[in-house]
């Protein structure tokens, strides 16, 4: 299901490959997280991953990886 904020995403028509790097590395994720670092609604993007437990990409600028750890963070300061 698209997101309201999905539109303005700078991700919108690029190569989806980019976001869904072959590893979590730093450098196979570094396209993908260059783009979100300009990207007006990444907040939104990071918050809607996480709200859905997304398990794959990159997504809001972080990786699946550092998504788990949002939310374990989260969990300890609720």
Partial sequence: M???WHSLAACT???PDIFYPASEDDLD?????LV?????????????????????GVWGGATERER???IR??????
Avoid: I, N, S
């Fill in 2 to 4: 698209k997101q309201p």
């Fill in 13 to 15: 028509g690029l190569d």
């Fill in 29 to 33: 994720a570094a396209p993908a997280k």
């Fill in 36 to 56: 979100c670092a300009e990207c007006v609604v990444r907040e939104p993007c990071l918050e809607f991953a996480l709200a859905v437990r997304e398990k794959d």
């Fill in 68 to 70: 788990r750890r949002m």
């Fill in 73 to 78: 963070q989260r969990r300890r300061t609720a």
